[in-house]
């Protein structure tokens, strides 16, 4: 028996398809199984189980030497299943029930993503700089936009109501820059002269790193987000056109939501005018008042306080937690 499990979409996607592929590995020891991810098959770099059966579908020779004796394929769509469109299982329980044909999740293995040593210690010594110029700051790492953001002529917008709204972004680096230091995550489309912008951008798996060793995240619907829960890192996530159920982590994040706007479920990869018109109905989600977004930033400040990372080591705690987990 010959399977490919073809798993496509952002890199937020692959990361929460992860678990349920080393699940279908346990389940099937003596399958001779692959996995195709287009564009983001270094998701999986590090990790024994997946790193030499991992192969990005547009290599040549793919069809030839993979798909063409194929037994089955499998493509999961997660958009495409009710229980996920309408919020009652996340991303990964998702991946899981289509992947391994499953509605029991309890032995769903946790969000991992293995940083290697040289990531470890890029990211250490880009840290390391930073805390030379900026003594006894935390670092925080801040995605504000995911990758719909547009800079348009009323400033930077997603029209997917996935990314955090300008104003409110512009709040939170007044407010948090007096006391933290922001990484900008977005440096490539967006700069602020009070964030620190990476120059050159340092790739996804050396920013997984960077979140690690990072005290917090602040971030929307994006990778960034998913890569904090892999590596054990808080966060404080802004949702507003997608739902916390699906696409986040209520269970582990700080989740700021406007609490009396209804949200409209989108049914993106489903139907596009649907999708589009849902879109228009959630923009009031993404309309945070002035005292909505003070308070936000309140409860951001308070969970800052609460990390222990301000030496750029990690504590041995936290070093024990991520070991539990099989981080490097």
């Not at 620190?196 to 979140?211: E, F, K, S, T």
Request: hydrophobic share 35%.
């Amino acid at each position: 028996m010959k399977t490919i499990i073809n798993v496509d979409g952002g890199y937020g996607r692959i990361l929460c398809a992860i678990p349920a592929l080393l699940k279908y590995g346990k389940l099937h020891p003596d399958e001779d199984w692959y996995v195709m991810i287009p564009g983001w098959d270094v998701a999986t770099w590090g990790i024994p189980e997946l790193q030499n059966r991992t192969f990005n579908p547009e290599t040549k020779g793919m069809f030839e030497n993979y798909y063409w004796d194929a037994d089955k394929v499998i493509a999961p769509e997660p958009y495409k299943l009710p229980k996920f469109y309408r919020n009652e299982i996340s991303l990964r329980e998702a991946f899981d029930s289509i992947i391994n044909e499953t509605e029991d999740h309890s032995d769903l293995p946790d969000m991992i993503f293995k940083c290697s040593i040289d990531e470890i210690i890029a990211a250490k010594s880009c840290l390391s700089n930073i805390r030379k110029d900026n003594i006894n700051k935390k670092i925080i790492v801040f995605q504000p936009f995911g990758s719909t953001i547009e800079n348009t002529e009323i400033g930077m917008y997603d029209k997917s109501m996935r990314s955090i709204n300008h104003y409110m972004v512009e709040k939170i680096v007044n407010e948090l820059s007096k006391d933290y230091v922001l990484i900008n995550m977005n440096a490539p489309v967006w700069g602020h002269p009070d964030v620190i912008n990476i120059q050159p951008d340092p790739g996804l798996r050396i920013w997984a790193a960077i979140i690690q060793e990072a005290d917090y995240f602040i971030g929307c619907d994006s990778c960034g987000q998913h890569m904090a829960r892999c590596v054990g890192t808080d966060a404080s996530i802004v949702i507003a056109g997608t739902h916390e159920i699906n696409i986040s982590y209520p269970e582990k994040f700080h989740i700021i939501k406007r609490e009396g706007a209804k949200y409209y479920p989108n049914p993106m990869r489903v139907s596009m005018i649907n999708s589009m018109l849902s879109d228009k109905l959630n923009e009031e989600r993404n309309s945070f008042s002035d005292n909505e977004i003070k308070e936000a930033i309140k409860e951001i400040r308070k969970r800052i306080e609460k990390t222990s990372k301000i030496t750029g080591a990690t504590t041995v705690k936290a070093i024990e937690v991520k070991e539990s987990k099989g981080f490097s």
